[in-house]
């Protein structure tokens, strides 16, 4: 166990001594492990400046249609704990690429709808924005879902598939 301890210790200190690292991005990963883990605590730890930046706080994804997994917000929030540091978080709910592209390209969220088929990052994420949004029922949401008293989060409109939204613009 020593042989590894000293081994790690070299490799994390050739690898601090050898570059600077402006910013680590979490994201989801099926292929995470400890050593990532690490490797991401310490960039930001011992890189003055670093940004520490997550795609998004997803507990969980869809990577089969059967099936929750461990999402984004789950690695992220193992960065958080080992670096006592929130993300800048640039994925949906945010609103962070929204107001960019808004400013960017002189857009109106008036104009806008954000259509998606996730309440918690998609219709949150145009409601943040001020856009009026569409829940399309054909991915993560369940009609079931979008009706339970429990849900807080409405969208303006839903539809089952996103081909439903010709008969929304009236086409």
């Keep these: 166990m020593q042989l590894v301890r000293i081994v790690t210790q070299v490799i ?96 109106s969220c008036s104009k806008m709808c954000m259509v998606g088929d996730r309440l918690d990052t998609d219709i949150l994420f145009g409601q943040s924005a001020g856009c009026k949004t569409l829940l399309v029922l054909s991915g993560c949401t369940t009609q079931s879902a979008l009706q339970d008293p429990s849900n807080n989060i409405q969208p303006d409109y839903y539809a089952t598939k996103i081909s439903d939204m010709l008969e929304l613009l009236g086409a």
């Excluded at 089969?64 to 958080?80: H, I, K, L, N, R």
């Excluded at 945010?94 to 857009?107: A, I, R």
């Design 12 to 107: 994390f200190t050739e690898a601090f001594n050898n570059c600077r690292v402006g910013a680590v991005v979490v994201g989801i990963d099926p292929k995470i492990n400890y050593y990532k883990l690490q490797y991401g605590t310490l960039c930001i730890r011992e890189n003055p400046g670093c940004l520490f930046i997550a795609t998004n706080r997803d507990a969980v994804g869809h990577m089969t249609p059967s099936q929750e997994w461990p999402g984004a917000g789950c690695m992220v929030a193992a960065v958080c704990g080992s670096t006592q540091k929130e993300p800048v978080v640039v994925g949906k709910p945010s609103t962070f690429m929204m107001d960019f592209l808004l400013e960017k390209f002189n857009l």
